[in-house]
Nanobody, 119 residues
Framework: QVQLVESEGGLVQPGGSLRLSCVRSGSGFSINGMGWYRQAPGKQRELVARITRGGIIDYTDSVKGRFTVSRDNAWNTLYLQMNSLKPEDTAVYYC?????????????WGTGTLVTVSA
């Protein structure tokens, strides 16, 4: 079974930094990509950043220039370096991994970790 475990978030002051990690375990289909999503109170879950097997990286506009997504060579750990944090970054952050089964993509999710940006 594929399992994703996020590191603990926490309370960060505006302008501060925090690095999240996601450890992937299990095996199965060929991994297609990994990413970070977040859900703020009263909002829909949204993509924060993702990286594909081909090395394509996407960020949502609101975090460009502030957040950096990266991974280890074996795709065992995904990172999200968050700098210049703003109160609007407050959300539960979820790690995602997707795999290919033929032409079908299967998604797996971590349980989420809360990041609160407040003075």
């Amino acid at each position: 079974q594929v399992q994703l475990v996020e590191s603990e978030g926490g309370l960060v002051q505006p302008g501060g930094s925090l690095r999240l990690s996601c450890v992937r375990s299990g095996s199965g289909f060929s991994i297609n990509g990994m990413g970070w999503y977040r859900q703020a109170p009263g909002k829909q879950r949204e993509l924060v950043a993702r990286i594909t097997r081909g090395g394509i990286i996407d960020y949502t506009d609101s975090v460009k220039g502030r957040f950096t997504v990266s991974r280890d060579n074996a795709w065992n750990t995904l990172y999200l370096q968050m700098n210049s944090l703003k109160p609007e970054d407050t959300a539960v952050y979820y790690c995602n991994a997707n795999y290919l089964y033929g032409s079908t993509v299967e998604n797996y999710w971590g349980t989420g970790t809360l990041v609160t940006v407040s003075a």
